[in-house]
């Protein structure tokens, strides 16, 4: 093989030697691409096309053993890794200039066992991999609303979705993890075993080492659930507010509404004449029979005059895929996100005059419902500290063309930056983006910060792993 350069970092200035890089080839039974080989930009392709970059070496992992190679590889040579597992980290961390990109998304499968209620997922899996494989024994844990996001980034950061009121964030659901350290050792973590580690690993990002299997508890459920969607004016948003955060207050666990704010899409229950006009939608989701969802939702029917919805029963699997389209890959993106408490009115305005401005059609201000059963864990329990958090406001910028970043981009700053006074503090490290690094990082991990660094110089002192949310260990 030819030489390979190596992006420079101020520790890693690299170039791999030939005969290095070939030792690493002779045992690899996945697949190593360079620039030019057939399959490279797909393997380097990531969700937001914002990030293009192109790594030096892809290495496209089988096995545990391929991990283990790459991870030694790296270290021995001194290369700048990043691991990529979805491929939807919106700063992406999936994948660097020069260095070493190891891949995991060729490893997807999910094993479970339906007597312990138990998934063994491997660390390219998808949410919807998962999905597709619990559903078919009834079961579900909670997950992310977009089938194509990987679990192993979700979990990360911590993970939540349509069923965290019900039963938490998808990192307390988390029982045990394969890892694959910095020094290559293969060590299992749960709570018993290398219990510092596998408490930074429930939300301190990917900065202790590359997951190679996930352990999580599942619960029956479905396999069809009742969810629907109510469309309302953006011009009835204040009253409609309102009571939505009256709604929130008293709702179960059972019950999660979200919201969002945008201009309709062609939804085929809405009548068309409303199609790109200012809307504020809540989706609506209830683990439990029929009969009890219906109730739960009436009162989100009865907020004003809708303009359009649509309830029914549907496989939960159907419910998880159906953002997809909204969501798919290829669009240039840029996000920013502040945790609630809750939506007061003074915010609600701010929403509403910014969700009038909205610079793209693809663009929309997206507001999950948290709390429930994640709220009643202690913030020093995992490293996800965000227990308070009850509405996670992601400011969604979506567009297509490079003309429209700096329209688009100042939009959200703005709208960012009009919002923090409301902000309960914090934020979600999965939602931030490339130049949210250093304080905002530290935000991100919260009160969790300290002993996250104590982990880190332990697991990972060299800083191999630094593509991610990072925790330097030097300081
Ligand atoms: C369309 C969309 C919808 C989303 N919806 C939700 C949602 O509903 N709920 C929610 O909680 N989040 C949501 N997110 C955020 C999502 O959780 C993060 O983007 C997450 O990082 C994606 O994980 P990934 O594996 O796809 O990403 P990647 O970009 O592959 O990885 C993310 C980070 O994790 C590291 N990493 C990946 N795999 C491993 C591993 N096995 N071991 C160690 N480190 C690893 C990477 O190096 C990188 O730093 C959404 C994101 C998108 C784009």
Redesign the pocket.
Known sequence: MSKVEVASTARRQTRIEPSALEEFAKNFRGELLKPGDAGYDEARA??NVMIDRKPALIARCRGVADIRAAVNFARENSLLV?????????AG??VCDGGLMID?SLMRSVRIEPDTRIAHVE?GATLGDFDCEAQAFGLATPL???ST??V???T??????WLTRKYGMTVDNLVSVDVVTADGKFVHASEKNHPDLFWAIRGG??NF???TRWEFKLYPLGPEVYVGLVVYSLDDAKPVMAKYRQFVSKADDNTSVWFVMRQAPPLPFLDQKYYGSDILVFACFHPGSQSDAQKAFEPVRQFAKPLGEHFGLQPYCTWQTLLDPM?TPGARNYWKSHNFAEISDGLAEVLVKYAKMIPHPETEIACACLGGAASRISPSATAYPHRNAVHVMNVHGRWREASDDEKCISWARNLFKETAQFSSGGVYV??LTQEETGDRVKTAFGSNYERLLKTKKKYDPQNLFC??QNISPDE
């Not at 990360?156 to 979705?161: E, P």
């Open positions: 990531i969700w990043a691991v990529k597992g979805g491929g939807h980290n919106i961390n999936a995991l660390p992310g609303i977009n996001t990987g192993s980034g979700l990360l950061g911590g993970g939540f979705g990002s990917g080492g590359i997951v969501l999965n939602f593509m991610n």
